[in-house]
């Protein structure tokens, strides 16, 4: 059974940043492409990131280029979004996502219950 458990969220000021962990569980983790999403609130899921099986390649949705890294450990099953500068449209529910295949599907990837990221003005 996929479980995707995600933390590190909080409220945090713009400017300021702050690093989500995803712990993954019940599937062969380094197989797997994975990715975060995000939603705020009376919007859709948003992509934000995704990140190779091994590590090597990473995308990034334009609106957080340069300002989020995606990282992950295999070693670990663990996953990471280090989140810089963050600005007040940043603010959702973040989540965790194992890909079907090399990218983010909002109906085949499966999602954890994500964590809340708020960012004040």
């Known amino acids: 059974q996929v479980q995707l458990a995600e933390s590190g969220g909080g409220l945090v000021e713009s400017g300021d940043s702050l690093r989500l962990s995803c712990a993954a569980s019940?599937?062969?983790?380094?197989?797997?492409?994975m990715s975060w999403a995000r939603q705020a609130p009376g919007k859709g899921l948003e992509w934000v990131a995704t990140?190779?099986?091994?590590?090597?390649?990473?995308f990034y949705a334009d609106s957080v280029k340069g300002r989020f890294t995606i990282s992950r450990d295999n070693d670990k099953n663990a996953l990471y979004l280090q989140l810089n500068s963050l600005k007040t449209e940043d603010t959702a529910m973040y989540f965790c996502?194992?890909?079907?295949?090399?990218?983010?599907?909002?109906?085949?990837?499966?999602r954890g219950q994500g964590t809340q990221v708020t960012v004040s003005s």
């Open positions: 019940g599937f062969t983790y380094d197989a797997y492409y």
């Open positions: 996502a194992r890909d079907r295949g090399t990218g983010f599907s909002e109906t085949d990837s499966v």
């Open positions: 990140i190779s099986n091994t590590g090597i390649h990473t």
